[in-house]
């Protein structure tokens, strides 16, 4: 080979590479943006950077909508409160996200982790254990500090405990107040059914099993013979609303009613027609102290009127005092 020839070969073996074009994504790359509906693989649209609140069903896994799988299979990330519980949901429609715990035990070392993918340019879905996020779990400080940076925060509507529970209670939904879960405490517990006697809406709480005949009792007794309704495990196989007044449902769940499952209480707002100045309870409470002890004259006067029977006792045990017919059993 001449010097010619070898200087020439040396020239082209320096030169780079021509740029190749890019391959279309192979099968295995678009695989954890599918999901399965009917037994049929659906490839998920490419969804925005941000945080996505993702509703999904509160116990029935087809209450479910289409654009919260898309938005769950097309996610970077589902933050979630137990992997396990979401996991099985994810399972169900085949989609392979990874996950994330988010809940109150981890929020404070977690949320920045999540901010950061955010600012990343990620999507991330946020999703509860059951129904729509941020009721009774710490989502909103993420929505917050999201929004503060400058991050999409979009919505997917969908099942919701309250909502399912206000349509089947059978009592008055044109304003209502959303409690979640009362103190655990007896006397917090009893100091916050006072201060919620007095809300003119239908109110919405939630329940565990195991405290729901003591909480029955304590609403009995702080808000009166209200109408109510109990909802547990709504959307279930085992669903079951069990209406009356709540001294009736507080007997019921006392003297066993089954109790196990998801519960939320529905209770009709104060009637208009039962309520009394301090002169009508007066008058009440006297006739009642003339004939029955103070203990008798406070459940007669309470279920009579509605009004709670803390705020009754308090003004009877006044006026028996006043009377001289105090007893040691009536204090």
């Known amino acids: 080979m001449t010097r010619g020839a070898i200087a020439a070969k040396l020239l082209q073996m320096r030169r780079p590479a021509p740029a190749t074009t890019a391959q279309p994504a192979s099968p295995d790359q678009t695989v954890r943006r599918r999901y399965v509906l009917q037994g049929q693989s659906v490839i998920a649209p490419p969804i925005d950077a941000g945080l996505h609140l993702v509703a999904?069903?509160?116990g029935n896994l087809r209450d479910i909508t289409v654009r919260a799988l898309e938005v769950l299979a097309a996610a970077g990330l589902v933050a979630c409160e137990d992997t396990r519980v979401t996991g099985r949901l994810l399972d169900h429609y085949g989609i392979a996200t990874p996950m994330m715990p988010y809940h109150d035990h981890n929020a404070a070392e977690a949320r920045p982790k999540l901010l950061a993918r955010l600012a990343a340019g990620d999507a991330v879905a946020l999703v509860s254990d059951a129904g729509t996020p941020l009721i009774s779990d710490p989502g909103y400080k993420l929505v917050r500090e999201a929004q503060a940076a400058g991050c999409a925060v979009t919505a997917i509507p969908g099942a919701s405990a309250v909502l399912a529970a206000l349509a089947v209670g059978g009592l008055p939904t044109d304003r209502f107040f959303f409690e979640g879960f009362l103190p655990v405490k007896e006397?917090?517990?009893?100091?916050?059914i006072a201060e919620l006697s007095r809300i003119p809406a239908t109110l919405v709480l939630f329940e565990t099993g195991p405290r729901i005949a003591d909480t029955l009792a304590d609403l009995s007794e702080g808000l009166g013979p209200r109408e109510a309704a109990v909802c547990r495990e709504l959307t279930k196989l085992h669903e079951e609303v069990r209406r009356g007044d709540l001294p009736s449902?507080?007997?019921?769940?006392?003297?066993?009613?089954?109790?196990?499952?998801?519960?939320v209480i529905v209770i009709a707002p104060p009637g208009e027609e039962k309520a009394v100045g301090t002169a009508e309870l007066d008058a009440l409470l006297r006739d009642a102290l003339g004939r029955v002890s103070v203990k008798e004259a406070v459940a007669e006067i309470a279920a009579v009127t509605g009004q709670p029977r803390r705020e009754v006792y308090q003004r009877a045990l006044a006026l028996a005092k006043d009377r001289g017919k105090v007893s040691v059993d009536d204090e």
């Open 56 to 58: 999904t069903p509160i």
């Open 249 to 263: 449902l507080a007997r019921d769940y006392a003297q066993g009613a089954e109790a196990r499952g998801e519960i």
């Open 187 to 192: 006397g917090q517990r009893r100091a916050r």
